[in-house]
Nanobody
Framework: QVQLVESGGGLVQPGGSLSLSCAASRSINTFSPMAWYRQAPGKQRELVASINLYNDTNYVDSVKGRFTISRDNAKNTVWLQMNSLKPEDTAVYYC???????????WGQGTQVTISS
């Protein structure tokens, strides 16, 4: 069974930084794209950033210039570096992978990110 395990969430002050990681139980080269979603209370889950096998990346407008998604194939890990954090970034962040051949979706359990002074 495929597992995606997120870590790195927490509480930080506005303007601070956090780095989230998503470790996969199999080669991340079998997923394309891999992505980070987030869901704030009372809101729909939204796509934050994605990265494909060719390292092409996409970001939601609200995080462009502040967040960076990257992948380490050797470690089967995807990262989300989050800088200049704002209270509106508060949400549960989920790792997501789409099976490259099957198109099947896989989700992590989520990690809470809270931005507050």
């Amino acid at each position: 069974q495929v597992q995606l395990v997120e870590s790195g969430g927490g509480l930080v002050q506005p303007g601070g930084s956090l780095s989230l990681s998503c470790a996969a139980s199999r080669s991340i080269n079998t997923f394309s794209p891999m992505a980070w979603y987030r869901q704030a209370p009372g809101k729909q889950r939204e796509l934050v950033a994605s990265i494909n096998l060719y390292n092409d990346t996409n970001y939601v407008d609200s995080v462009k210039g502040r967040f960076t998604i990257s992948r380490d194939n050797a470690k089967n890990t995807v990262w989300l570096q989050m800088n200049s954090l704002k209270p509106e970034d508060t949400a549960v962040y989920y790792c997501h992978g789409t099976g490259w051949l099957t198109g099947l979706p896989y989700w992590g359990q989520g990690t809470q990110v809270t931005i507050s002074s």
